[in-house]
């Protein structure tokens, strides 16, 4: 894995990708290190420490190895109301009213859904994935390796950040 550019601003801070600056920061000059930025009179951004990026490099020198259990286990049913985050995305996304797998209104079944990339019309829960908008794998490669298990856990059943896709093209 090729080292990702740390970014030093005219102001002399030195952006790692762990930086809530980085993507920003648009005018800079590139290092290979952040080392190295730091021996060239560089400094870190408020908040960050060397020894913290330092213990989230692996052997091989790239950030700690995403997995999705780190962002929970499953779909979760935030408000209790046996609805997980999944039911609750295909309810919110249907363009028609759902129907469920029984009296308890847990499982969703059937209802009417619009690939966004297709365009093809759903109508079996089954043939559906729920996918990410911001994908999991991206985040933690963006800083979300430093957030608590609750929030990555809130971040994977963001509503805002679901959406119904055909199976096939999400697999």
């Known amino acids: 894995m090729a080292a990702e550019t740390i970014k030093k601003t005219s102001s002399g801070i030195c952006h790692p990708p762990e930086?809530?600056?980085y993507e920003r920061t648009e005018n800079y000059t590139a290092y290979d290190s952040v080392e190295a930025c730091l021996e060239a009179d560089g400094r870190l951004p408020q908040g960050?420490?060397?020894a913290s990026l330092s213990e989230?490099?692996?052997r091989?020198?790239?950030?700690k190895e995403y997995?999705?259990?780190d962002?929970?286990?499953g779909w979760g049913d935030v408000d209790g109301d046996c609805q997980d985050s999944r039911a609750e995305a295909l309810i919110a996304t249907s363009t028609t009213t759902v129907r469920f797998a029984a009296g308890d209104r847990c499982r969703v079944t059937t209802g009417r859904?619009?690939?966004p990339f297709t365009g093809n019309v759903i109508q079996n829960?089954?043939?559906i994935d729920i996918d990410h908008v911001v994908p999991l794998a991206w985040s933690w490669a963006h800083g979300a390796d430093d957030w608590s298990d609750e929030k990555r856990a809130r971040f994977a059943n963001d509503p805002v950040n679901l959406w119904p896709v055909e199976a096939s093209l999400n697999r």
């Open 48 to 50: 960050l420490k060397l």
């Open 125 to 127: 829960s089954g043939e």
């Open 56 to 58: 989230r490099q692996t």
């Open 113 to 115: 859904w619009i690939s």
């Open 19 to 21: 930086s809530s600056w």
């Open 67 to 69: 997995t999705r259990s």
């Open 60 to 63: 091989s020198g790239g950030r």
């Open 71 to 73: 962002f929970g286990h």
